[in-house]
């Protein structure tokens, strides 16, 4: 059995080495020889031209921005994905791994050749819906423009600094971010106040979905403060508030982080808040303040 495989082994770096050596072995010797279809007297002519020619500089300046933009950009969306996908509670995570390697399924020919009849300039499908749309007299945007390469490039090594990047994010161990927290260090808090009244405005509703959002992402606290009229969110009619969806859609994952909603002086009071779905805190001036200064971040709505 171990012979069998040795064989195999053995047969498969023979084929990928002939497959792989040749065509380098092809190119080195094919550049010491006059022609460019048969290998005729030796000669450093091509090396010779190729170096001593004028736009050399400009070639190996836009490859070292070609190259280190389309890394970063990969890079940047890797870790964004990745970060998405092992450190946080999003929904459909299974469907942002598989977008995120998705590109490495597409041969690159036809993923370039995709891209171009979207952003051709002449007739991208996105270019032309954009003029129609906002009147544009050019192009918005030019796929065959540095930056239009950087992109392309950029999406396609996406998926192969994912892979390298989830697993290696996926191992961090938490309890080291919680022994952290015991030493001190502590977490990012965000206060959302929220004072308009939710039966004239939809920013309350607004502010409930970005809240629900926010919190999604382990590392931020996210405390709910509700000022005058505000309070009304929590009715059991709000679903026909202004945006109400929202509230149908959101205040179920508030009520996951099993911390209560913050309540103001001068907050509306009615009988249906104590029956409210979301468990609720009645603050002072003072409990107020305490929870501001906790905040590392306000947004007001």
């Known amino acids: 059995m171990d012979r069998a495989r040795a064989r195999l082994v053995y047969t498969l770096v ?3 080495g002939f497959l792989t050596v040749c065509p380098v072995a092809m190119l080195a010797l094919g550049s010491f020889s006059e022609g460019l279809t048969a290998f005729g007297q030796f000669t450093v002519d091509k090396y010779v031209d190729a ?3 004028p736009a050399l500089l400009d070639v190996m300046l836009n ?4 190259v280190l933009g389309s890394s970063v950009l990969a890079t940047v969306l890797a870790l964004f994905l990745a970060y ?3 450190r946080t509670d999003i929904p459909f995570k299974f469907l942002f791994g ?5 590109p ?5 020919l036809l993923f370039s050749v995709s891209w171009a009849l979207l952003l051709n300039p002449s007739n991208g499908m996105v270019n032309v819906a954009l003029r129609n749309a906002f009147g544009l007299e050019g192009a918005p945007f030019d796929v065959y423009t540095l930056g239009g390469m950087i992109l392309v490039e950029g999406l396609l090594d996406l998926p192969i600094a994912y892979l390298i990047i989830a697993p290696a994010m996926a191992s961090f161990d938490v309890a080291l971010e919680e022994s952290s927290r015991v030493c001190g260090a502590g977490t990012w808090r965000t206060l959302v106040r929220i004072t308009e009244n939710p039966a004239e405005s939809h920013r309350p509703a607004e502010a409930v979905r970005i809240a629900a959002g926010i919190g999604g992402w382990k590392k ?10 505000a309070a009304r969110l929590l ?4 679903e026909e508030f202004v945006d109400g969806e929202n509230y149908r859609h959101y205040l179920p994952i508030l009520r996951e982080w099993k911390r209560p909603v913050s309540l103001a002086p001068g907050a509306e009071r009615f009988e249906e808040i104590e029956e409210a779905t979301l468990p609720v805190a009645w603050l002072d001036a003072e409990g107020v303040a305490a929870l501001r200064a906790r905040a590392t971040h306000q947004i007001l709505f």
């Open 14 to 16: 023979l084929v990928v």
């Open 51 to 53: 170096y001593t020619d």
């Open 63 to 66: 490859t070292v921005i070609f």
């Open 84 to 86: 998405l996908n092992t």
């Open 98 to 102: 598989v977008l995120s390697i998705i």
């Open 104 to 108: 490495m399924m597409i041969p690159h």
């Open 220 to 229: 931020t606290e996210v405390d709910l403060l509700l000022e005058g009229p």
């Open 235 to 238: 009715s059991p009619w709000a």
